[in-house]
């Protein structure tokens, strides 16, 4: 079994993609990145819409559970020892509704963010 965590993300878009290298930096034995934006990128290799991974960030446990959106970024937190107490208060009820609203505005909002120049 592989002991990595699978992130899908966007690194066209200059947030995700910044986000997404600080946890590869921080703590590059525990995910592997897959680029949603890269051409060869099929979301049907993952039983996925291009419409789900283009909405939401996913990500896959080593042992295969898809996470999506908040509970993506949770997951993503529980496997860096810096972030472990942000992955408990995640979860509390009040945090995680106001967190599921916060990524919600943000989904509306990302298409419109700064985009990565590719050469």
């Given at each position: 079994m ?15 993609d ?41 990500v ?60």
């Amino acid at each position: 079994m592989n002991s990595k965590s699978k992130i899908l993300y966007d690194g066209n878009c200059i947030v995700c993609d910044m986000e997404i290298s600080h946890y590869q930096r921080i703590a590059p034995e525990a995910f592997e990145l897959v680029d949603i934006s890269s051409a060869d990128f099929k979301a049907g290799n993952f039983k996925l819409t291009k419409a789900d991974v283009d909405k939401n960030m996913h990500v896959f446990t080593p042992n295969g559970e898809l996470k999506v959106g908040v509970d993506a970024f949770a997951h993503i937190w529980s496997r860096i020892p810096k972030y472990a107490v942000a992955a408990k208060v995640i979860h509390w009820p009040i945090v995680n509704s106001a967190a599921k609203v916060g990524y919600c505005v943000f989904t509306v909002l990302r298409p419109y963010l700064p985009k990565k120049h590719r050469v």
